[in-house]
């Protein structure tokens, strides 16, 4: 793919063009969900810079390029051809995270989003996901959606999780359980 230019200014009326040629506004519910996906790489961009561990980068990585795939699937209305989501890559997400839950003690309790800074990255893409799905949901109540795009993006968000935690391990960095009481809080009167 060519991009001779950055500035097309076909945009400054507050429309966009989903790939097939259709133009739509940017408050859509598509745009918004292909937007939050792009989002989510560039949430998953910031997480490699920190990381360390090979192994991890190399899942990440793999994870962008399969968002790349998700976007256009949501950017691509149905009829229009482009590489989709599809079941294996769902299977695929599932078979990279058994491994990684095997290092971990089970949970029991809720953790804080944090660590280090690859983990703290992490757990921050995974709220972004959880958003992107959210906003793909929405999209499939009003328009057709594959389905495996939903379904990635709900397994997508347990990888994060699972990896976030795996990399705070890896790299000594303590989890730190949450903390419901009231012994801290202020009151305020």
């Known amino acids: 793919m060519r ?12 429309q966009t063009a989903l790939i097939g040629g259709e ?3 940017k408050s859509s519910l598509r745009v918004d969900s292909y937007g939050e ?7 998953l961009g910031l997480a490699a810079a920190w990381l360390q561990d090979t192994q991890a980068l190399e899942l990440l990585q793999l994870v962008q390029h399969r968002l790349f795939t998700l976007g256009a699937d949501l950017a691509a209305p149905e009829g229009v051809s482009v590489p989709r989501m599809l079941a294996g890559h769902v299977e695929e997400l599932e078979q990279a995270m058994e491994p990684l839950m095997g290092e971990l003690p089970p949970l029991e309790e809720f953790i804080l989003p944090g660590g280090g800074p690859a983990g703290a990255a992490l757990h921050l893409a995974r709220t972004v996901a959880r958003r992107a799905e959210r906003s793909t949901v929405a999209l499939a109540s009003h328009e057709p959606v594959n389905e495996q795009a939903i379904i990635y993006l709900n397994r997508l968000s347990d990888f994060l999780f699972v990896l ?20 801290k809080a202020r009151k305020s009167r």
């Open 37 to 43: 996906v792009d989002e989510l790489n560039s949430c």
């Open 23 to 25: 133009r739509i506004s």
């Open 3 to 14: 991009i001779n230019r950055v500035v097309t200014r076909t945009g400054d009326g507050g």
């Open 164 to 183: 976030a935690r795996v990399v705070n391990k890896r790299q000594s960095q303590p989890e730190k359980l949450a903390d419901f009481s009231q012994k």
